[in-house]
């Protein structure tokens, strides 16, 4: 089944404690990237990747790091988590970038809380 | 930059219309929409390209008027389950590397 898997989908933490939430598709896709999602605010980006090894800045990249060392992972780097950074989490990838059909999928969600 | 999505939350009847608005105070060249049912990952719905385009399927259709730098998202005869929150993304030009700018969303509830 195509997918994009997210892990973990709960996770609990305290400030400051290191942790990595992994992405990984099945697809085949070149484009991937990462979203935060508030309440209000809608989705905004953290950081985008349109191939391996190659990662770019969203809006909001600040507190966050990511690496795409294989095409199919994408995962995201919180070095020490602040309760700002509480928030639900997407990872997303599509087939291509800059074609006229650019169908993004979503993974199922990361939950995200630092105490 | 964020476009800006109206009305906020509708609340409807099944069966009756619904139209959701995305504006941008920048030119846009495409719009994307999904939609986002409570505690799921957003859906792609469609893509509409500079020119005007217009696309639909089923009884969701979109329209993409340049000048006036707006999309609107129409939902005919709605059913339960187009109930979620819908959300456009906007691109402002062909090279932004596919970095999409989101709307906060409208929330639709339809009632039976």
């Known amino acids: 089944e195509a997918q994009v898997t997210q892990n973990p989908r709960y996770l609990i933490t305290v400030t400051g404690k290191k942790l990595t939430v992994t992405c990984s598709q099945n697809?085949?896709?070149?484009?991937m990237s990462w979203y935060r999602q508030d309440p209000g605010l809608g989705l905004r980006q953290i950081y985008y990747?349109?191939?391996?090894?190659?990662?770019d800045k969203g809006d909001v990249p600040e507190g966050y790091k990511v690496s795409r060392k294989e095409k199919r992972n994408f995962p995201l780097i919180l070095e020490s988590p602040s309760p700002n950074q509480t928030s639900l989490y997407f990872c997303a990838s599509s087939l291509d970038v800059g074609s006229s059909y650019n169908e993004q999928f979503f993974g199922p969600g990361t939950r995200l809380t630092v105490l | 930059q964020q476009p800006v999505q109206s009305p906020q939350a509708v609340i409807l009847r099944e069966g009756e219309d619904a139209v959701i608005n995305c504006s941008s105070s920048k030119a846009l060249y495409s719009v994307h929409w999904y939609r986002q049912k409570h505690g799921e990952a957003p859906v792609f719905l469609m893509i509409?390209?500079?020119g005007g385009e217009q696309k639909g399927h089923d009884k969701i259709s979109a329209s993409f008027n340049e000048k006036k730098q707006q999309s609107s998202l129409y939902l005919t005869a709605s059913q339960l389950s187009y109930s979620g929150t819908y959300f456009c993304?906007?691109?402002?030009?062909?090279?932004?590397?596919?970095?999409?700018?989101w709307g906060a969303g409208t929330k639709l509830i339809i009632k039976p």
């Open positions: 993304g906007t691109e402002f030009t062909s090279d932004s590397n596919y970095q999409l700018i």
């Open positions: 509409l390209l500079k």
């Open positions: 697809m085949n896709h070149e484009y």
């Open positions: 990747s349109m191939n391996v090894e190659v990662t």
